[in-house]
């Protein structure tokens, strides 16, 4: 009796690891998926831009909303909510704010844009091993800023947790947006 216990076990735990090594393995060999920009301003030139020109720009947030599903939740799950492989994106940059200096409205990340374009432009590699593809050698950079526009409009978990008027649940999916950004998602 004890004897079939414990092969079933073993062959349980050997699936489970077989399934676990295969989603490890394919982390690496994500294809990055086309992104139609239309209805976006384009950025001229080659030369990254240094700010989200998108920030408060309703079909950046619908088109990276899109883009993210596509090209980032596999890794960073949906909603940006950690899919368990890479960090939670909620909780990286939650720090966007209304900039007062700026005209209809225009929302920036202190210090979140250079961070975003150096993993999005260089990817993240430690120890030879590619913890984040470079993706704006595949994807667009302004379908990449619009990805950026629609990470930065989710409430932290700090903000869903503290279950207060500071979020508000929008689309099908229910996702947790800021509540003075939800205009964004109003069609």
Known sequence: MMNRYVKKMAVATGLMFTVLTGALWAHGNVTPQKVDITGLEPLLGDQWVEQNPYYGNAKAVQIGEGAYAQNCAMCHGMGAVSGGIAPDLRATFADLVENP?????????????????????????????????????????????SIWAFVSTLCSPDQVDADNDECAEVGDTKLKVKSHLVHLYQK
């Open 101 to 145: 200096d700026e005209p209809e409205g225009k929302y920036e990340i202190p210090d979140g844009d250079e961070l975003f374009a150096s993993r999005v432009v260089n990817g993240v590699v430690r120890n030879g091993a590619v913890y984040m593809p470079a993706m704006a050698d595949k994807i667009s950079q302004e379908a990449l800023w």
